[in-house]
């Protein structure tokens, strides 16, 4: 799903997601706040930021994602992994 979706602009290094045009990834739930120092990170504040990114922050060069509830709960699986 993330392969699919996600990795056209992300990486997560070791796997075949390899975009360049949007931060990497790979420990993105290390660091301690997420979108430029905006958002709080945790598994529940990263999906909302995915399915709501244009209203934390309007213009942010990420488009809302508009994830099926089935693509949503293995999206909210796999970040829980990114640490
Ligand atoms: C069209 C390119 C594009 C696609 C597709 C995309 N993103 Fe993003 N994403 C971005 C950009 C650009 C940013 C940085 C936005 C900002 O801070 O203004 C970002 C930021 C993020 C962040 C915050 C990272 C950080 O370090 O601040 C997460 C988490 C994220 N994206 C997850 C995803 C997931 C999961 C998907 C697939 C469902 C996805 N993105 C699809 C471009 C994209």
Known sequence: MF???CAGCHTVRGTRSAGVQA???THVLSRRLI???TVANSPESLMQWVQHVQEIKPG???PDMKLSPAEAGDLSAYLATLR
């Open 3 to 5: 392969e699919k979706r």
């Open 23 to 25: 931060p990497d990834l």
């Open 35 to 37: 979108a430029a120092g």
């Open 60 to 62: 942010a060069l990420m």
